[in-house]
């Protein structure tokens, strides 16, 4: 497996940007938020690694992901999830 990818944890990063703005406008549970980051942080670091764990990462993208679907003020944040996890398996396959 390749060494840690730069591009990946950036277009995590930008998943947990995204679920806090969407949560200080309300559109997202604030609790529910709480646990999609934690997912997603864990996938950040994962990603950092030398030698990251492509399926813990997609692992976590996952469960962070299910936390949202049938949310319709969250769809395009499902698109979002979509983008990251082509990118994470792009560059870590």
Not at 1 to 21: N, S
Not at 43 to 49: G, T, V
């Amino acid at each position: 497996m390749p060494d840690d990818c730069p591009q990946c944890y950036r277009a995590l990063e930008q998943l947990v940007q995204e679920i806090r703005t969407m949560t200080a406008k309300n559109y997202l549970a604030s609790n529910v938020a709480a646990k999609m980051e934690v997912e997603l942080q864990a996938a950040i670091a994962e990603s950092k690694k030398d030698s990251p764990d492509l399926k813990s990462i997609l692992g976590k993208l996952n469960s962070a992901q299910t936390l949202i679907e049938g949310v319709t003020s969250a769809s395009g944040l499902l698109s979002n999830f979509a983008e990251t996890t082509t990118i994470v398996k792009r560059h870590l396959t």
